[in-house]
């Protein structure tokens, strides 16, 4: 049995029907979509404020508890989650010509990755909902989050990866004691498998889009923004898109801010994908349909050829006029490197993905030259060596001797320093 | 020229002889030992009180600004270095019959390793000095943290590294854009080619013991220890050596802060190395006399036959009372997986190196059931993907099925769950 104080219900995201808040809940029961969680924003708006943020010395989201679908009572996992930096990169902004550019490091948090943000709501509710074993779907990173939390509580996870996810990923669920399932097949099958298998076995379901909670978790992340810049929110937030779950998670933050009178303005949504998985940006810059494809980039954690939340996605740019934007694997490398090279962050292929979306859409004029941009770096680039091996050279290796580095230093013009 | 008003000179660890803070300073001009910053303590007392550290909110390492040797005017990095979590682990604790354990992950840092502090430092000063080029030997994480440090300043730097280095670290410092050297043939041989390159080439040199602000960067997780702890120190400090730097660094930082009034008592120093590469800990434990040995241990952060910082570290120990441990390489493989499963952080080998040296020295029983012992994890797990496989054993791999996952569960004791 579940009782939340600020929440009051679900509504489905594809026929609107609503729902009350007891029980154990998943999907829409009357057409199986997705739901959003509903508050009373009249109680929240009494017991968050600004003030009450700028004396709150909690720096993780549960500094947002009121805004959050777990029970007063609950206790939350020690790891510290969220409130990662934001950086002011004027030197970038200066080359591209725009007044702002700002990047948010979600790499930097517990298990390396944005994930770690919906993973802790999700071990709070299977406590709340008495569950011995929680379960999810992963392309790598929200099992590694899982995993961690899970590990910090002292609770049991069961998680389905696709068999091609790196290495690092899969690693970190073994080491943090997870039954792993590597299954051959795509992601979207592994999803498949897992939702089975959470009912065969009764184990509480975390995946992307079937849980309603994972988006409350994965706003946090706005809400911060909006904090962290002081109340004025950026005019354009770009981002990865996979599921499209963080994304719709955004835009859910800012508009649950919005309401609660906190901003006075939204940003617009900007949904980045590869170009070979794009099933997202083809329905919200189309027709508003979502046609399952077969996925095919590098950046994995993107690699989903059947999004589980598109329509929160497809929601969030059209809402917010915003857009979505395709990019090659080519253009994510270069962004690995350019990205890390002028901020100082090494992100994984789906976040740079974040950057060379903003790259193109800059090159192409569309950002104004008065406007502020912010980009989510998702995850860490330690969690994908290979992919980043892909954009550098081997370096210079020699023995150790000093003749032989002046003579490779004398050899290579771009030694001349 | 340099100025920085609250260090007043330098004296050498080995000869006692001081030297004004006048011009670029490395080691003993007379006997080339490695020197320690001196400070006007009465000056750093008035700029920092507990009053003043409960009001500030800049949560990185520049909250401790009066006792960092840098100018009032030089500009930091962005990167937000330090104030890394420090969590208690209340179950292990009873599982060790003590009053308390509590790990500091220092993985959480921008590049993930405890190496962002000194390295922070590394590049202010180098600025300040008007160098154009830093350079480090490093056994990996050293580098990555000047490599992403210089990367967000833009600056450049020189890094050299055994060739055995874990990819994830090489290819970071490929990523920020450093030029890297690596070197075929030992971490101490890689020092010593960096030194004389450094010479040669008029670089500013960021290495381990022969940049004495180094330690000084180190020591600010003690300094954050007293303060997130309340001032109310641990009994005994864990922590794994290398060079020995971290060690002497952390030492440093208690004593400033007894100096200071700030805290009023100082912890034990346990510093914990692999069997393979012991050279401090025979020392501490024995003469006190630092002798070379040929370093084998897969813990490559730690594989250091020739510690550069071995005076610090012997002292540290010695001081405070503490102690030197040995621990095996299989003993640190297991620390990796009990430290994550036990409390969500998931460490390199030598970040576990402490964790298994604190389960030895709890086993012997030499530890009261009295004591708080705080674990320093000095590194992300991340790091070392392949030394973190050697822990594991390949996960369940089935086609996308539910009879297949239902039969393998059935096959398997461990699935009861």
Known sequence: MISVSNVIGFECVECAR???????????AQCGGNLDVLYDYD????????????????????????????????????????????????????????????????????????????????????QEAGASVITTASSGNAGSALAGMCASMGMRSVIFVPASAPPAKIVQLQIYGSRVVLVDGSYDEAFDLCVEAARRFNWYQRSTGINPFM??????????????????????????????CIIGGLWKGFKDFHRLNLIDRLPQMTGVQAEGAAAIVD???????????????????????????????????????????????????????????STGVFAEPAAAAAFAGFVKMAGSGAIKSSERVLLVLTGNGLKDVAAAQRAVTPPLRIRPSIDELDEAIRRDSEWRM
Not at 216 to 244: H, N, S, Y
């Open 18 to 28: 609503r729902f009350g808040a007891g029980g154990l809940v998943y999907t829409c």
């Open 43 to 126: 109680l929240v708006a009494r017991q968050l404020t600004r003030e009450r943020l700028s004396e709150d010395q909690r720096f993780t989201i549960w500094r947002y508890r009121p805004l959050l679908p777990i029970e007063e009572s609950s206790i939350v996992p020690p790891l510290t989650v969220g409130w990662t930096p934001v950086y002011d990169c004027p030197q970038l902004a200066t080359e591209f010509g725009i007044r702002q550019l700002l990047v948010k490091d979600e790499g930097r948090n517990p298990t390396g990755s944005f994930k770690d943000r919906p993973s802790a709501l999700a071990v709070v509710r299977a």
């Open 215 to 244: 988006t409350e978790g994965k706003k946090t992340a706005a809400l911060e923004i909006a904090e962290q810049l002081d109340w004025d929110v950026p005019d354009r937030v770009f981002v990865a898109m996979g599921d499209g």
């Open 283 to 341: 329905a919200a810059m189309g027709d508003g349909t979502v046609r399952e494809i077969a996925a095919q980039t590098f950046a994995d954690s993107i690699n989903v050829g059947r999004p589980r939340d598109a329509t929160k996605a497809v929601r969030a740019i059209h809402e917010s006029k915003g857009a979505g934007i395709k990019v090659t694997d080519e253009e994510i490398i270069s962004a690995i490197v350019r990205l890390a090279r």
